[in-house]
């Protein structure tokens, strides 16, 4: 399914992952709009079926970031909205998305 097919209309792209992060068992790719936060995977390899976490930005009260490990790094970011999401995934790859979420929240 392409890109623009999880979007909404007049809704920006503001960050985009280079790999995949972990939400519970499964790994996902995010995306991070002007309006919500998307964790999108594709499964199956016969059947394929596109598995898709949403969560608006303006619903989020709590973000949190945490580091673990000396040499590789693993990180996880806790956004609590109407659901606890906890994302684990490389600390190149989730501070600046971190970063890009923080300054999202703070503009509204």
Same mark, same amino acid.
């Given at each position: 399914?392409?890109?623009?097919?999880?979007?909404?209309?007049?809704? $920006? *792209? @503001?960050?985009?992952?280079?790999?995949? *992060?972990?939400?519970?068992? /499964?790994?996902?790719? *995010?995306? %991070?709009?002007?309006? +919500?936060?998307?964790?999108?995977?594709?499964?199956?390899? =016969?059947? @394929?079926? &596109? &598995? =898709? *976490?949403?969560?608006?930005? &303006? +619903?989020?009260?709590?973000? !949190?970031?945490? !580091?673990?490990?000396?040499?590789? /790094?693993?990180? /996880? =970011?806790? %956004?609590?909205?109407?659901? +606890?999401?906890? %994302? #684990?995934?490389?600390?190149?790859?989730? @501070?600046?998305?971190? #970063? $890009?979420?923080?300054?999202?929240? $703070?503009?509204?």
């Amino acid at each position: 399914m392409p890109l623009q097919d999880f979007l909404l209309p007049l809704e $920006n *792209v @503001k960050f985009h992952s280079k790999s995949s *992060v972990r939400y519970g068992d /499964k790994k996902y790719h *995010v995306l %991070i709009t002007d309006r +919500r936060i998307i964790l999108f995977a594709q499964r199956g390899h =016969i059947l @394929k079926s &596109d &598995d =898709i *976490v949403s969560e608006r930005l &303006d +619903r989020l009260h709590g973000l !949190e970031y945490s !580091e673990k490990g000396l040499m590789f /790094k693993i990180s /996880k =970011i806790s %956004i609590q909205g109407t659901t +606890r999401i906890d %994302i #684990h995934g490389p600390a190149s790859e989730l @501070k600046p998305m971190f #970063h $890009n979420m923080q300054s999202l929240i $703070n503009n509204e």
